[in-house]
């Protein structure tokens, strides 16, 4: 019998609002102390040793994901300019790889394919050399950049409107703190002596990092962007918190610390970011908190000009903006949610955005707008109805009248489904590249011919082997939650080894929190449950923004514990009507969602069989209380200021699962971090499942040593540590391991 590490215990004290509380293993949260690194260590080699029995499973899903993946291929082309871009996938190789290959003329829309010969590669054989593209130029392989680092991420990513310049972002540490360089594609405006020229090989030119210009600028956010000519870069910086709180103006081929400081936000709840329109007109500095918003613009004409606001903050209105031309005047479409509590779309005179509004699309209250994209001939909105994503498009008027009262809606037959816009950087482009997919349909590149009304299907997801949608099934169900509120859920099977009224091995997953929505998808490693004969099911609690933004109101602050009695209500559910029983029940979620998973565990341990709780957010209370740490005055508008308010704290401190683990038979648990996680550190889970072994649970802690908030960064490292969780799963769940 293994015996489970045992944390030192050393008391701190902890006093707030009259309460005083006494965490023993706070000390842990001192990363860089060989105390802390020994006793994750140890924690490893014990779930190490107590899940070598899932080692020959964990190798076989891990086979079955890599055997249904088509490793070497290639997304769909978007046109941007005189180039069609695109990303490549080599069988072996972690990372993907950025390409582009020259249009064929100014009217060429229709993305380029590579037709293989079936002799050269077939459905069975990805191992050959990967086709190219006439005048295929790689400009960044992720591969080559991420060489001797354990961990590599991709945080920017611009080019310059004539296709000469890249700027890209880099962090080889997990942090998100990104290194900016600028690498040369070809002769510009800021075409430095000295660089060199690019290599080309069977007819693939390859730009490396003897092509970057000497500008480097470390320690940025992500987001970052070159001006339309390429003489400037506008980044933004954060705070001690982490907050990105500055926008900089940089001149390339000038010193980085030359930087002008373009705008700094001092509200601590807010944070910002850049962007620029699509038409090409405008920057933007985009302000936000989790209630309030705030966009500035400046016209790329002018990039060393001023910024200026086109509504102030108001207190509770959120608001984004898009350019549009209608006849020639320059207007802008504002989607806002002041008294329209779903938003509405309204458009104003770019020159008076705080005049006369004209309403494009009112407030509905069934209906939760979330976007708009404008370009030169059309509008595309995305908004969500009945739990579910759906995507129109309208006209530009031409001569400066009315917009369409009702927009075309693109339909779809699936019961369950999610679509969305996907990349689409043109402002002339004649059609709406979108993506669409649910549990049982492979994710579909579609491209939405505007005037012809007509979908033509780009590519399909592929799923290689014996891969058959007809075996599967999606459908919904509706659980009652305590106060008699209708919470639903997903669900999806192999319906030949499910069988409707016999409790079968389930997961429930869930969030919850920031108005996210867990919208179906398909996952080719998720078929390695299914074809074992699990469930898979979301339960869409409130706190996610599936049914609008009541929904999400309903599930935060001084209503958080909503989200968890409906994940509760979820699963009793689905046992009481025979989908599952209580030893078969794995509970899942991450980030907030773990969370969720902490607070269940304590409200309804004999629910579940297993929890698997991925970067969980399990001591909020600490977390949320210390405004010097990393986002936390940011997340006081979502779950409320337990520093300042005492019933904040008691309500809090009422579900947080650290200090509510109390005597109890707890399932088995697996509690997955990373020790350079930003944004929910390591030391939370590693305090819990300390806590936990306390009172006698059967809890493990698995702590990726490079990686950030999203785990391992390489597509087979990914792989494997999903198969790791997916083995424990199944265990947990009493499924089959054939």
């Not at 060199?196 to 600028?217: C, K, M, Q």
């Not at 699509?278 to 309030?292: D, F, N, P, V």
């Not at 976007?371 to 129109?392: D, K, N, P, S």
């Amino acid at each position: 019998m293994l015996t489970p590490p045992e944390a030192a215990k050393v008391p701190t004290e902890r006093i707030h609002h009259g309460d005083h509380y006494v965490d023993n293993y706070e000390w842990m949260r001192d990363k860089e102390s060989p105390d802390t690194l020994a006793h994750l260590h140890t924690e490893n080699a014990f779930t190490s040793a107590r899940t070598s029995h899932l080692t020959v499973l964990q190798e076989q899903i891990f086979e079955e994901i890599k055997a249904r993946t088509q490793e070497t291929d290639l997304s769909v082309p978007v046109r941007r300019g005189q180039w069609w871009y695109f990303n490549r996938t080599e069988e072996g190789k972690q990372y993907s790889i950025h390409c582009r290959a020259p249009i064929t003329g100014d009217d060429d829309w229709t993305p380029p394919t590579i037709a293989a010969p079936e002799s050269e590669v077939t459905a069975a054989d990805t191992s050959a050399a990967p086709l190219t593209l006439p005048g295929e130029q790689i400009l960044l392989d992720d591969n080559v950049e991420a060489e001797g680092n354990d961990f590599y991420s991709l945080g920017s990513f611009s080019l310059s409107d004539d296709g000469t310049l890249l700027l890209y972002g880099v962090d080889v540490e997990g942090d998100e703190r990104y290194t900016l360089r600028v690498r040369q594609l070809g002769d510009s405006p800021t075409s430095t002596a000295g660089i060199a020229t690019a290599t080309a090989t069977d007819g693939v030119t390859r730009f490396s990092s003897a092509n970057d210009l000497p500008d480097e600028i470390p320690g940025t956010a992500a987001g970052a962007l070159l001006d339309a000519i390429g003489n400037y870069v506008f980044y933004t910086t954060v705070d001690d918190a982490w907050r990105p709180d500055t926008v900089w103006r940089y001149e390339l081929g000038t010193a980085a610390a030359s930087a002008v400081q373009v705008f700094h936000e001092p509200d601590e709840s807010f944070w910002v970011g850049v962007g620029r329109s699509r038409s090409g007109k405008y920057l933007a500095i985009e302000a936000g908190s989790r209630l309030t918003s705030e966009t500035r613009l400046l016209d790329m004409r002018t990039p060393t000009g001023d910024f200026e606001v086109v509504w102030p903050r108001e207190v509770g209105v959120e608001y984004d903006v898009e350019h549009v031309v209608v006849g020639t005047q320059d207007r802008l479409l504002i989607v806002h949610n002041k008294n329209a509590i779903n938003f509405e779309l309204v458009s104003v005179a770019a020159d008076d955005a705080r005049g006369e509004r004209r309403i494009i699309l009112p407030h509905n209250e069934a209906v939760r707008l979330e976007g708009v994209e404008a370009f030169r001939e059309f509008v595309a909105i995305e908004y969500r109805r009945e739990g579910l994503t759906r995507v129109a498009v309208a006209m530009v008027p031409k001569h400066g009248g009315r917009y369409e009262d009702t927009p075309h809606e693109l339909q779809f037959d699936d019961e369950l489904f999610t679509v969305g816009l996907s990349s689409n950087p043109e402002w002339n482009q004649p059609s709406i590249r979108l993506s669409y997919g649910s549990f049982v349909t492979p994710t579909i590149v579609y491209d939405y011919l505007v005037d012809e009304n007509e979908l033509l299907l780009r590519k399909q997801q592929p799923v290689l082997g014996r891969f058959d949608p007809a075996l599967y099934t999606q459908h919904r169900e509706w659980a009652t939650a305590s106060d008699g509120t209708r919470v639903p859920i997903s669900l999806v099977y192999r319906n030949d080894l499910v069988a409707p009224g016999t409790p079968a091995p389930t997961v429930l997953y869930g969030y919850g929190s920031y108005e996210i929505s867990i919208d179906p998808g398909f996952a080719v490693g998720r078929l390695s449950l299914l074809d074992r004969g699990i469930i898979f099911a979301v339960a869409h609690v409130r706190g996610g923004g599936e049914l609008g933004r009541t929904w999400y109101e309903g599930g935060k602050k001084l209503h958080k514990r909503n989200t968890f009695t409906d994940f509760v209500a979820c699963a009793r559910h689905l046992i009481d009507i025979d989908t599952t029983s209580s030893d078969r029940l794995v509970a899942e979620g991450g980030s907030a969602g773990g969370l969720l998973m902490g607070a269940v565990a304590n409200m309804a341990p004999q629910l579940f069989s297993g929890i698997l709780a991925v970067v969980p957010f399990v001591d909020p209370l600490t977390s949320i209380l210390d405004p010097s740490l990393p986002l936390t005055v940011i997340e006081w508008d979502e779950w409320g200021d337990p520093l300042h308010n005492e019933e904040v704290y008691y309500y809090m401190k009422s579900y947080s699962p650290l200090e509510n683990v109390h005597d109890t038979h707890y399932p088995r648990i697996l509690a997955v971090t990373s020790l350079n996680d930003t944004r929910v550190l390591y030391v939370e889970p590693a305090k819990w499942v300390a806590r936990l072994r306390e009172v006698g649970a059967d809890a493990l802690l698995k702590t990726e040593m490079a990686a950030g908030h999203g785990g391992v960064s390489g597509r087979y490292d990914a792989w494997r540590e999903r198969a790791f969780t997916y083995a424990w799963t199944v265990d947990a769940a009493r499924a089959s391991a054939h």
